[in-house]
Nanobody
């Protein structure tokens, strides 16, 4: 069992930046890690993942603006979000998985609101 706790969400103006962090209760080295988000009235979508071997992938909606990173020594997963837009407003969740398409552990989520 792995407990995941996200932090760093908040209210930001369009064009601004936020950095989300996800702290794990135990080693994440054996897991593929990902960030998901769920906007009001929409399905949860995966926006970025970083595999055990360090390979990274982004959804088209965030590519070029968001950067995912992991620190296996500190058991943390981060998401640097730049050039935020109102459509980025959502609850952001981190996830750990042994198989990428089978998410195992979820955090409670952190709210990101992009608005003037």
């Amino acid at each position: 069992q792995v407990q995941l706790v996200e932090s760093g969400g908040g209210l930001v103006q369009p064009g601004g930046s936020l950095r989300l962090s996800c702290a794990a209760s135990r080693s994440i080295g054996i897991y593929h890690m990902a960030w998901f988000r769920q906007a009001p009235g929409k399905e949860r979508e995966r926006i970025a993942y970083i595999l055990m071997d360090g390979s990274i992938n982004y959804s088209d909606s965030v590519k070029g603006r968001f950067t995912i990173s992991r620190d296996n020594d500190k058991n943390t997963l981060d998401l640097q979000m730049n050039s935020l837009q109102p459509e980025d407003t959502a609850i952001y969740y981190c996830n750990a998985a042994l198989f990428l398409e089978n998410p195992l552990y979820w955090g409670q989520g952190t709210q990101v609101t992009v608005s003037t």
